[in-house]
């Protein structure tokens, strides 16, 4: 893969407003962009996250159906998860990938990287592909907010749900389905 150029930094001329959330924050800053034109711009500060596409040894694809509350309703989606503070993105993943779907893995792939709303996000999710799986026992609790279904799907019911659109996804999943589609040469 080719990596991403180096940003254009925009000149940072002072802070309007901001908010905290749980993981996230919310900023309006006045800038300066590198075209000149200054204004007034709201972004979200995240503090990055991690997302794996786990197969199984038999070639299922390791699912969850989510509650998600800013659009009211349950989607599919891979195991993913926020960077704790200072946490390394693989670290994240194997914590999240035992507490949200009951499995540890024994090998991994770097699928690279993607930003799911650069139009007012800082956020980058660092995808891996999760292969050699063994179910863990004792599974870790999650977040006390997780409503979370474990599903497996072979790679042609997974493709059937994105091309059918009778399920929804989210845009990590389908480009990390993507990106290890490729690796995989499946």
């Given at each position: 893969?080719?990596?991403?150029?180096?940003?254009?930094?925009?000149?940072?001329?002072?802070?309007?407003?901001?908010?905290?959330?749980?993981?996230?924050?919310?900023?309006?800053?006045?800038?300066?962009?590198?075209?000149?034109?200054?204004?007034?711009?709201?972004?979200?500060?995240?503090?990055?996250?991690?997302?794996?596409?786990?197969?199984?040894?038999?070639?299922?694809?390791?699912?969850?159906?989510?509650?998600?509350?800013?659009?009211?309703?349950?989607?599919?989606?891979?195991?993913?998860?926020?960077?704790?503070d200072g946490e390394?993105?693989?670290?994240?993943?194997?914590?999240?990938?035992?507490?949200?779907?009951?499995?540890?893995?024994?090998?991994?792939?770097?699928?690279?990287?993607?930003?799911?709303?650069?139009?007012?996000?800082?956020?980058?999710?660092?995808?891996?592909?999760?292969?050699?799986?063994?179910?863990?026992?004792?599974?870790?609790?999650?977040?006390?907010?997780?409503?979370?279904?474990?599903?497996?799907?072979?790679?042609?019911?997974?493709?059937?749900?994105?091309?059918?659109?009778?399920?929804?996804?989210?845009?990590?999943?389908?480009t990390a389905w993507?990106?290890?589609?490729?690796?995989?040469?499946?």
């Open positions: 893969m080719t990596p991403l150029p180096p940003p254009e930094p925009s000149d940072f001329l002072s802070e309007e407003a901001s908010l905290v959330a749980r993981k996230i924050r919310f900023e309006i800053n006045r800038i300066k962009l590198p075209i000149g034109l200054e204004g007034s711009y709201g972004l979200i500060r995240h503090p990055g996250a991690s997302l794996a596409v786990p197969i199984t040894d038999d070639g299922k694809v390791v699912l969850l159906r989510q509650y998600r509350f800013a659009v009211a309703q349950r989607i599919l989606e891979f195991p993913a998860g926020t960077l704790e390394e993105p693989l670290t994240s993943m194997k914590r999240e990938l035992a507490e949200e779907a009951g499995y540890k893995a024994s090998r991994w792939d770097y699928l690279g990287a993607m930003l799911p709303c650069p139009g007012y996000s800082d956020e980058k999710i660092h995808l891996f592909l999760a292969r050699d799986l063994t179910t863990i026992n004792n599974r870790p609790p999650g977040d006390e907010d997780e409503d979370i279904e474990v599903l497996h799907m072979s790679k042609k019911e997974l493709d059937n749900c994105l091309s059918s659109g009778n399920e929804l996804l989210d845009g990590k999943t389908v993507y990106r290890a589609c490729q690796l995989l040469n499946i």
